[in-house]
């Protein structure tokens, strides 16, 4: 299995091309086929006329623009943990 880059994104993170662009949503990260040397991220935007287009990008030429709290590690709370403890 191909490791996803440095750079990884994740479904629901905001991105845009390095050079410009509109803001795109990650839909997926694809593993590279035999033919590739490495993968690639598909992305959703909408166009000027609000239809909506996708295509595939490699990760070198996206950045973050905003990370989805999706797949963020949720802290457990203090009192929660303090309560669990304070009972055994």
Sequence with gaps: MAKKPENEFNPGDIVRIVS????????????PTIYEDMGVYKCAWFNKNGDIQSDEFSSY????????????????????LMIAIAGN
């Design 20 to 31: 410009g662009g509109p803001d795109m949503s990650v839909i997926e990260y694809e593993e």
């Design 61 to 80: 030429i996206l950045e973050l623009v905003q990370k989805s709290n999706k797949y963020k590690k949720k802290e457990p709370e203090k009192k929660k």
